[in-house]
């Protein structure tokens, strides 16, 4: 089974700033896919970035970007500009494709506070 | 293009009792997963329905069941509820074209077990 590690429970940022949370996670797959989800307080879990294994290039999107090492199993999300919208819980979440349902692995979590 | 929606948003059971949550999927989306959310901990995969079957299953008992039906929404049902069913029930959609992975998430529901 693969497990997801976060071991930051918990992180603030001022605004404007940069933040980077950590993940790590555990398989012996060489194929599978890698996600940072966004729960902001109260509303609906929305997919940040996703990264594919086989892709050596690190996923961007706008102002948050991934530091993806897969020897050593790990997948950061780098948060630039920080704005006070960015206040949630961020997951980190893994995937291996089959045929029998894609189901995401989860991590526990980092909440993240912007501050002004 | 309508998004996931989930109901009820949030109801009290006793334990012993039964439940139903419905979910109806986003727009054009064939496969729906159901997520259970702990307070405080990350979603944990429940079981996935693709064309009205059951599609894989994570590592919970079978007093957690669910329907797809032919226009893609879903019902999640859990018999005889114990006290940690209390949870955020998650419900997100997919299409099922490739393996992008992307889920579309409703808002969830929070049941709480008394």
């Known amino acids: 089974a693969q497990t997801v590690t976060q071991s930051q429970p918990e992180m603030s940022v001022q605004e404007a700033e940069t933040v980077t949370l950590s993940c790590t996670y555990d398989?012996?797959?060489?194929?599978?896919?890698l996600f940072w989800y966004k729960q902001p307080p109260s509303r609906q879990m929305i997919l940040v970035i996703r990264?594919?294994?086989?892709?050596?290039q690190n996923a961007t999107e706008n102002r948050f970007s991934v530091n993806f090492q897969k020897a050593a199993k790990s997948f950061s999300l780098k948060i630039s500009d920080s704005q006070l919208g960015d206040t949630a819980m961020y997951f980190c979440?893994?995937?291996?494709?089959?045929?029998?349902?894609?189901?995401?692995?989860f991590g526990k979590g980092t909440s993240l506070l912007v501050t002004p | 293009e309508t998004g996931v929606t989930q109901s009820p948003t949030h109801l009290i059971k006793t334990r012993g009792q039964q439940v139903t949550l419905r979910c109806s999927s986003q727009?054009?989306?064939?496969?729906v997963s159901w997520y259970q959310q702990a307070l405080g901990q990350g979603p944990q995969f429940i079981f996935q329905?693709?064309?009205?079957?059951?599609?894989g299953r994570g590592n919970f008992p079978p007093r957690f069941s669910g329907l797809q039906f032919p226009n893609y929404s879903s019902e999640l049902n859990v018999n005889a509820l114990e006290l940690d069913d209390s949870a955020l029930y998650l419900c997100?959609?997919?299409?099922?074209?490739?393996?992008?992975?992307?889920?579309?998430f409703g808002e969830g529901s929070r049941l709480t077990v008394l």
């Open positions: 997100a959609s997919s299409p099922r074209t490739g393996s992008s992975g992307e889920l579309f």
């Open positions: 398989t012996s797959e060489n194929n599978y896919y």
């Open positions: 990264q594919e294994a086989y892709k050596q």
């Open positions: 979440a893994f995937m291996k494709p089959s045929g029998s349902g894609y189901a995401l692995n």
């Open positions: 727009s054009g989306h064939n496969t």
């Open positions: 329905y693709y064309r009205e079957e059951e599609n």
